[in-house]
C-alpha cells in the first residue's frame, strides 16, 4: 500500500485532503508548529485531526526560527513561497525516513496567495518527492461539505495563524531564480 506524508495544518482543508487520500493509501500527518510566535491552538487541532481520522503517526516539527528568520531577511512578498519551502523539504525528509511515496497538502488552486500555478511551481521545486493535492480543483464549499461528511469540520473552525509574521500583499507570481536568491541570504545569515 502506498504511503502518504500529509501536512496538517489544523485548517479545514488538509484532513479533507488526507481523509480522500487515506480511502487507498495508509496516510502519516506532519505539522509544523510556530509556538511561541503563535499559541499551540493549531497543533492540539492538528492533533485531533489525526487521531480521528486516523493519520498514523502524527509528528509536530517546530519552525518558528526558519519562519522568523524569512520574515527578518528575505523580502516580504515571498514569506509564504519561502515558508512552504521549507515545510516541503521538512516533509520530505519525515517521507524518506517513514518510507512514503509522496507528500500531500490541501491546497487548491488560487485559495490563497501561495497557491497560484506560479507559486505551486517555485513551491514543488524544492523537493523531489511527488506531491499529491486532491483538492487542487475544489471550491471551498466542496471541501467545507465533505469535512462537514467526514467530522473534521467542528475541530478545524477556529482562527488561522499561518500568516502571523506575513506580508500584507504577497507575491503571486514568484519565480524560481528569485526564490532561489532569498534562500541565499538565508544561507549567508546563518
Known sequence: MEKVMLLLS?????PVAGWLLGK??????VHFSMEPLTDNEPEEKSRKLAENLGFKPFVVENIAKELKDIAEKCN???YFVLMKREMFRRAERLAKEQGCD????GESLGQVSSQTLENLAAIDAAVEIPVLRPLIGMDKQD???IAEKVGSFQISCGKEVCDVLGPEKPATRARLDDILEQEQLLKKAL
Not at 489544523?10 to 488538509?14: L, Q, T, V
Not at 509522496?102 to 497538502?105: D, R, V
Request: charged letters at 35%; zero cysteines; aromatic letters at 10%.
Open 10 to 14: 489544523g485548517g479545514i482543508d488538509s
Open 24 to 29: 487507498e493509501r495508509e496516510v502519516m500527518a
Open 76 to 78: 516580504r512578498r515571498f
Open 102 to 105: 509522496f507528500i500531500a497538502t
Open 143 to 145: 471541501i467545507v461539505r
